[in-house]
């Protein structure tokens, strides 16, 4: 079976600019969780969702960053005007309720640049 | 005060010491703990976790978790330079969100 699969692995834009990730979640997964790491803050959770439903947003630093889930094998991750400071990876990871429920499994990350 | 504390390293160590990994935590109401190991350029994987307290061992790597202090320890015997990599501690919340350390780098050279 396929990990949790994101895209694009790399990206670099100018401020100001769209930017959009994407996550394929392990089949079967119900729990889908997007991450930002950095040197000075290490790993950061950003949202997370269950049964495709947002259930912690708190994490999301500021109205540029959204995300959706609309189905269960497909979420993505925006920002909206990107800016300098949102230089970071980026990391999806899915866990299942039902099976092990305290093992999420993390994609390959995003390294996102934005100059 | 975050919520998970971690020395971020690095720590470098000859193939075949011991290796010593330590977190800290704030809140007594953590029961799973966590350690993850992150390759460089990957995503991190999960290597060991436990529930509540003491020790839970597998194969070269023991966790240990003592609530009185706060602490987490992740031992590893006979290091290898494949363990090269950061370690990441974590505690897992009641709404099953992870909250991570910063992570500690080890270098494990030949």
């Known amino acids: 079976d396929a990990g949790v699969i994101q895209s694009p692995r790399h990206e670099v834009t100018e401020m100001g600019q769209e930017v959009t990730l994407r996550c394929k979640p392990i089949s079967g997964h119900d729990y889908l969780f997007w991450y930002r790491q950095t040197m000075m803050r290490g790993l950061e959770l950003l949202i997370y969702?269950?049964?495709?439903?947002?259930?912690?947003d708190s994490g999301m630093p500021e109205d540029r960053f959204s995300a959706k889930m609309p189905n269960a094998s497909f979420s993505t991750l925006k920002i909206q005007p990107s800016e300098p400071r949102d230089s970071a990876v980026y990391f999806c990871?899915?866990?299942?309720?039902?099976?092990?429920?305290?093992?999420?499994?993390f994609g390959p990350g995003t390294r996102l640049l934005v100059l | 005060q975050k919520e998970v504390e971690q020395d971020p390293g690095p720590l470098s160590v000859p193939e075949g010491a011991i290796v010593s990994l330590n977190c800290t935590y704030s809140n007594s109401a953590f029961q799973y703990f966590m350690w993850y190991r992150q390759y460089s350029r990957k995503g991190p994987e999960l290597l060991m976790y436990?529930?509540?307290?003491g020790n839970k061992e597998d194969g070269r790597f023991t966790a240990q978790v003592d609530k009185s202090s706060k602490y987490i320890s992740l031992f590893i015997r006979d290091s290898q330079p494949s363990d090269s990599a950061t370690y990441l501690c974590a505690r897992l919340s009641n709404t099953d969100k992870l909250i991570f350390g910063t992570g500690t780098r080890l270098q494990v050279f030949p």
């Open positions: 436990t529930y509540s307290s």
């Open positions: 990871a899915s866990s299942s309720s039902t099976i092990n429920r305290e093992t999420q499994y």
């Open positions: 969702f269950n049964n495709n439903v947002p259930i912690d």
